[in-house]
């Protein structure tokens, strides 16, 4: 089974940047689809971005398109997530997961395999 254990997180200031990365201690990591997700307080888990098992595409939350990238590095076990020109807006425990369908993966539906999470925290 994979897991995953992800770091980075920390406080910002509103402009910066923070790379999170999550590697995976399972044999099986390059078969699945990653994605990232956030859940800020008070509201809800939501989609950040995912990337397909062999980096063919990649898909973005509106909110985050051209400030936030995702890669992976399949020898290595990790996704990464850089993120540049944080706000505010996005502060909130990220979290990780793995998942077989592209699909259930951006939708955030029936993922079973997810990181522990890293908080991160942009302040103004």
């Known amino acids: 089974q994979v897991q995953l254990v992800e770091s980075g997180g920390g406080l910002v200031q509103a402009g910066g940047s923070l790379s999170l990365s999550c590697p995976s201690s399972?044999?099986?990591?390059?078969?699945?689809?990653m994605g990232w997700f956030r859940q800020a307080p008070g509201k809800e888990r939501d989609f950040v971005a995912a990337?397909?098992?062999?980096?063919?595409?990649?898909y973005y939350a509106d909110s985050v398109k051209g400030r936030f990238t995702i890669s992976r590095d399949n020898a290595k076990n990790t996704v990464y997530l850089r993120m540049d020109n944080l706000e505010p807006e996005d502060t909130g425990v990220y979290y990780c997961?793995?998942?077989?369908?592209?699909?259930?993966?951006?939708?955030?539906?029936?993922?079973?395999?997810w990181g522990q999470g890293t908080l991160v925290t942009v302040s103004t």
């Open positions: 990337i397909k098992w062999n980096s063919s595409n990649t």
């Open positions: 399972g044999r099986t990591f390059s078969t699945y689809n």
């Open positions: 997961a793995a998942e077989k369908s592209e699909t259930a993966l951006r939708l955030m539906r029936n993922i079973k395999l």
